[in-house]
């Protein structure tokens, strides 16, 4: 059986929700494009740390990559501000 993905634009649409959440909960100022990014990218790296450390979100896969992309911004947001103070501040 094949393995159903959420597809490029449900990508798109997802990580840039996440990335507004994480602008938001983070106190963060940055535009629509960075909010997409750094929520598409998060949901990998945070995809592949929840895999390391045997960690299954249940429910719809749209939830699971929602919920990885949320805390994959917030840590790359956090890494920016150690390695780049003032960058992406309110």
Avoid: Q
């Amino acid at each position: 059986m094949e393995d159903v993905g959420i597809g490029w634009i449900g990508a798109i649409v997802i990580g840039g929700i996440a990335g507004w959440l994480a602008e938001k909960i983070t106190g963060s100022n940055m535009g629509l494009i960075t909010n997409i990014i750094l929520g598409v990218i998060g949901a990998g790296i945070a995809t592949w740390l929840f895999g390391m450390l045997g960690i299954r979100i249940g429910g719809p896969i749209w939830l699971g990559y929602l919920v990885s992309g949320f805390v994959g911004a917030c840590v790359l947001i956090l890494a920016t501000r150690i390695l780049a103070p003032g960058r992406w501040r309110a």
